[in-house]
């Protein structure tokens, strides 16, 4: 008698196939056995032509070739208007180097305008951590094929397929937990972009259930060749190499139509109404743009990378403690992550004892999206204000989601706090890709500039007391018997805020882990 289809023989050999299909899914390929990797190269001069030669060259005329012109990106829309700005107006070189690059809308916009830009000629190089490449590997090898770009990866696994990729995680968890959090742009040699936004979405205002309040600094002048010494470090790493190691083969036919395909999708997205779909002249918005720059000389500063397998030279970290320490009066810190340990509460402790008013916002609970990286800030939140810091935490509903954050028609339901920046007497401004966490000061590797301006600080400063106020952050305080409570423009409470019992359970639960991780 022939077997039911409900046999347990036909299921147990259905399930077998099943999970047969899916472990070739998550096989992928792999790199090619003897990866090649690539003589030492660099950018180009800087141009001497176009829109970011003009704006460059007006700034050294009128204020020194050792100075540089500034503006904060700090509102969504504008920290993507220009960078497409930039993008738009190279005429030699594009450098991007980025933490996370999604395949989204935003994503696929800025990757659309670099394949438009290397088509009319610019020599275009991107590095991207291999953290989320995931299933991306053949459109990787064919935009590293493209004649213009050149694409290289960060700590690339080996195994490009999900399963082979965590067993490898597994086998070399010491090489592969270092990450590159870098996030830079440099166009032309002459203006660049540097700061806390990867590119995706909810970067920029366009996430669907919550998007992340940032900051970048765009400048030109001097600083972008700093930046262009950072991406040059990185791009003759050994840590990094060419997407043509890849081992697939060519498909002309997939990146033709897959580059058609994606400009088209773009065309009709509404999610960026706001933004122009193809290349613009930028002439008039970076012409009203210059007389509002805010001049300063610059210092860029980014962790070292020695052979593969050593240890990353820490740069950023060693230099943030002293330059906040020559703050005077006054220090702003916004800092999306903080795991302070023992020395960074006495080192507040010794500002304020110097007569220094500190000031830092962070995230609550309610904005986080790591929340075990809250369930370790969480046992320092007295000892800041018992060293005389006053200290803030995002509001899940804070004022600036609709002012700032979000970009119609998305409508993110609350805000991250996702920017890395401090200020010391309204003059000396950090921005940069580093929390104030132990995988920034140990793992990952991460960039920032240092920038004195006193009008730039200013700018600075009063942002940053924007998103101090009541309608944006919670007023964290301990009351007379020592317990903590938190005030905002609207109410009291006695325990961390927090946007549902799911977040205070992940907040117990990784109070467990080993911190490190985090």
């Given at each position: 008698?022939?077997?039911?289809?409900?046999?347990?023989?036909?299921?147990?050999?259905?399930?077998a196939?099943?999970?047969?299909?899916l472990l070739q899914a998550?096989?992928g390929?792999?790199?090619?056995?003897?990866?090649?990797?690539d003589?030492?190269?660099?950018?180009?001069?800087?141009?001497?032509?176009g829109?970011?030669?003009?704006?460059a060259?007006?700034?050294?005329?009128?204020?020194?070739e050792?100075?540089?012109?500034?503006?904060?990106l700090?509102?969504?829309?504008?920290?993507l208007?220009?960078?497409?700005?930039?993008?738009?107006?190279?005429?030699s070189?594009?450098?991007v180097?980025?933490?996370?690059?999604?395949p989204?809308?935003?994503?696929?916009?800025?990757l659309d305008?670099?394949?438009?830009?290397?088509?009319?000629?610019?020599q275009?190089?991107?590095i991207?951590d291999?953290?989320?490449t995931?299933g991306?590997d053949?459109?990787?090898?064919?935009i590293?094929?493209?004649?213009?770009?050149?694409?290289?990866?960060f700590?690339a696994?080996?195994?490009?397929?999900?399963?082979?990729?965590a067993?490898e995680?597994?086998?070399?968890?010491?090489?592969?937990?270092?990450?590159?959090h870098?996030?830079v742009?440099?166009?032309?040699?002459?203006?660049?972009?540097i700061?806390?936004?990867n590119?995706g979405?909810?970067?920029?205002g366009?996430g669907?259930?919550f998007?992340?309040?940032d900051?970048d600094?765009?400048?030109?002048?001097?600083?972008?060749?700093?930046?262009e010494?950072?991406?040059d470090?990185?791009?003759n790493?050994?840590?990094?190499?060419?997407?043509?190691?890849?081992?697939l083969?060519?498909?002309?036919d997939?990146?033709?139509?897959?580059?058609?395909e994606?400009?088209e999708?773009?065309?009709?997205?509404?999610?960026?109404?706001?933004f122009?779909r193809e290349?613009?002249d930028w002439?008039a918005?970076?012409?009203?743009?210059?007389?509002t720059?805010a001049i300063?000389?610059?210092?860029?500063?980014y962790d070292?990378?020695?052979?593969?397998?050593?240890?990353?030279?820490?740069?950023?970290?060693?230099?943030?403690?002293?330059?906040m320490g020559?703050?005077?009066e006054?220090l702003?810190?916004t800092n999306?992550?903080?795991?302070?340990?023992?020395?960074?509460i006495?080192?507040?402790?010794?500002?304020v004892?110097?007569?220094?008013?500190?000031?830092?916002?962070?995230?609550?609970l309610?904005?986080h999206?790591?929340?075990?990286v809250?369930?370790?800030?969480?046992p320092?939140?007295?000892?800041?204000?018992?060293?005389g810091?006053?200290l803030?935490?995002?509001?899940?509903?804070a004022a600036?989601m609709?002012?700032v954050?979000?970009?119609?028609p998305?409508?993110?339901?609350?805000?991250?706090?996702?920017?890395?920046?401090?200020?010391a007497?309204r003059?000396?401004?950090?921005?940069?890709?580093?929390?104030f966490?132990?995988r920034?000061?140990n793992?990952?590797?991460?960039d920032g500039?240092?920038?004195?301006?006193?009008?730039?600080g200013?700018?600075?400063a009063?942002?940053?007391?924007?998103?101090?106020?009541p309608?944006n952050a919670w007023?964290?305080q301990?009351?007379?018997?020592?317990k903590?409570?938190?005030t905002n423009?609207?109410?009291?409470?006695?325990r961390q805020?927090a946007r549902g019992?799911t977040?205070?359970?992940?907040d117990?639960?990784?109070?467990?882990?080993?911190?490190?991780?985090?």
């Open positions: 008698m022939a077997p039911s289809f409900r046999s347990p023989g036909i299921v147990k050999a259905g399930y196939m099943v999970l047969v299909l998550c096989a390929p792999s790199l090619k056995e003897d990866p090649v990797r003589p030492p190269s660099y950018a180009p001069p800087p141009a001497t032509s829109l970011l030669f003009e704006m060259d007006a700034v050294a005329r009128e204020h020194g050792d100075r540089s012109g500034f503006h904060l700090d509102g969504s829309e504008e920290a208007r220009w960078r497409l700005a930039l993008m738009d107006s190279a005429v070189s594009l450098a180097q980025t933490y996370l690059w999604y989204d809308a935003t994503g696929k916009m800025i305008r670099a394949i438009h830009a290397a088509d009319r000629g610019v275009v190089r991107l991207i291999d953290l989320l995931i991306l053949q459109a990787l090898l064919e590293d094929r493209h004649p213009n770009i050149e694409l290289r990866l700590n696994w080996r195994e490009r397929g999900l399963l082979p990729r067993g995680m597994i086998k070399e968890l010491e090489r592969l937990n270092t990450r590159m870098d996030k742009m440099v166009v032309d040699g002459r203006a660049m972009v700061g806390g936004r590119l979405d909810h970067y920029f366009l669907e259930k998007s992340f309040h900051l600094v765009m400048g030109f002048g001097v600083v972008a060749q700093q930046v010494d950072l991406f470090h990185y791009w790493s050994d840590w990094v190499l060419s997407a043509s190691n890849i081992d083969d060519p498909d002309p997939y990146a033709r139509n897959a580059i058609v994606m400009h999708e773009l065309l009709g997205t509404p999610l960026l109404a706001a122009p290349p613009t002439t918005d970076l012409e009203d743009l210059l007389p720059l300063g000389p610059s210092k860029v500063v070292m990378t020695p052979g593969v397998g050593e240890t990353i030279g820490q740069e950023v970290a060693a230099s943030l403690f002293p330059a020559k703050a005077q006054e702003l810190v999306a992550y903080i795991i302070p340990d023992t020395p960074g006495e080192f507040v402790t010794g500002l004892d110097r007569g220094v008013r500190v000031r830092i916002l962070t995230n609550s309610s904005t999206d790591v929340p075990a809250n369930a370790h800030y969480r320092w939140r007295d000892d800041f204000i018992r060293a810091a006053e803030y935490e995002l509001r899940a509903d600036i609709e002012e954050v979000n970009l119609p998305a409508e993110g339901q609350f805000p991250g706090l996702h920017t890395k920046a401090f200020v007497d003059e000396l401004v950090f921005i940069g890709s580093m929390n966490d132990p920034s000061i793992l990952n590797t991460e500039v240092y920038i004195r301006s006193p009008e730039l200013e700018r600075l009063l942002l940053m007391e924007r998103n101090m106020l309608e007023r964290v301990l009351d007379d018997d020592g903590l409570y938190w423009s609207d109410e009291r409470v006695d805020p019992w977040q205070r359970v992940a117990w639960f990784f109070q467990f882990f080993p911190k490190d991780l985090y």
